[in-house]
């Protein structure tokens, strides 16, 4: 029987995702609702509004634009709730309560599988099987290509990407969500044209693309021309809920 998974986009590389009576967050960081109420569907999460889930809370690395403190508060407001962060966050924020994980790492429990992989920058990417899903979220892991940096520096990053791509694709993966940064001009969708090339992927959303919508439209240009990025989805607005059939 098919099972439908409940997606919200939070902003930058933040989302939620929710699957029966599980919530998934991943690398929130905008908790200002802009005058609007605080509630999932305008991408921020209030505790008392999935204080009956039971919710896990996924942070790839440090960077402030991946990793909020706020997000320590929500467990006096959740009771099932728990942490699963890269090695990386900053030690004071390390409490017995919070799983820890470095690259290459597998953390398992009854019906939850969490693996690991070694980002192109800082931190982690999460493989995530649960409740017959299978969830992707890169945080950081990339394929990074600045015209300012050497050749060198270029083809290194180039093979460290396809490194992890090749790891990774032993996995059917059932909601992939990938790094697309519109900073990085002509190759900003090169990391999730190549990964959805070589992975087995039902259905991707990108991230990391900040506040310029923009590069939705050339998403959706490109698909045309390269079939392999179809499953990537386009995003209108922070909040915007997608439903998946897994």
Known sequence: MARKAEIWYLGHSGFAVGIEDTLLVFDYYLDDSQGQPRCLATGVIEPAEIRDKKVLVFSSHRHPDHFNPVILSWREHIPHIQYFFSWDIPKKFHHLWIHFMKPYETYEEDGLSIKTFKSTDEGVAFLIAIKGMTLYHAGDLNWWHWEEED???????????????ELIKVHPIDVAILTTDPRQEEAELWGAK????????????PMHFTDDPSIMKRIEAQKKTFPPLQPLNTIQHRGQRFTVEI
Do not use: C, I
């Open 151 to 165: 050749k060198a520096w270029n083809n290194n990053m180039a093979a460290r990407f396809k490194h992890e791509v």
């Open 194 to 205: 190549y990964f959805l090339s070589q992975v087995k992927v039902g259905t991707a959303f």
